[in-house]
């Protein structure tokens, strides 16, 4: 397992723009799959957004071409770039990660390590 922090949430108007960091505590995060999931209160937690250690990117419809997913493993960290916010956006994100090859889950039981989350608020 990894420890994650994330970073970067926050409260937004429709169609603002948030980045989104996800910092691991040791260099092992590059060889791990890392995503992205989101909780809206009362609802389920949702895949965002995942990659793996070889780049190759996986998103969920609702987010595509709104949202960008990338890592530097120099530095240990992935981000998520949200461009064109909207209120349903609104939920706390998280960042996980697991060592899972070349596989980009989204079943949220399949990641090991998870961060304790960041809050995004997109208003009308």
């Known amino acids: 397992q990894v420890q994650l922090v994330e970073s970067g949430g926050g409260t937004v108007q429709a169609g603002g723009s948030l980045r989104l960091s996800c910092v691991a505590n040791?260099?092992?995060?590059?060889?791990?799959?890392v995503a992205w999931f989101r909780q809206a209160p009362g609802k389920e937690r949702e895949f965002v957004q995942g990659?793996?250690?070889?780049?190759?990117?996986d998103y969920a419809d609702s987010v595509k071409g709104r949202f960008s997913i990338s890592r530097d493993n120099g530095v240990n960290t992935v981000y998520l770039q949200m461009s064109s916010l909207k209120p349903d956006d609104t939920a706390r994100y998280y960042c996980?990660?697991?060592?899972?090859?070349?596989?980009?889950?989204?079943?949220?039981?399949?990641?090991?390590?998870w961060g304790q989350g960041t809050q995004v608020t997109v208003s009308s």
């Open positions: 990659i793996n250690w070889r780049g190759t990117i």
């Open positions: 040791r260099r092992a995060l590059e060889i791990y799959t």
């Open positions: 996980a990660a697991g060592k899972l090859g070349a596989i980009i889950s989204r079943t949220s039981r399949d990641y090991d390590s």
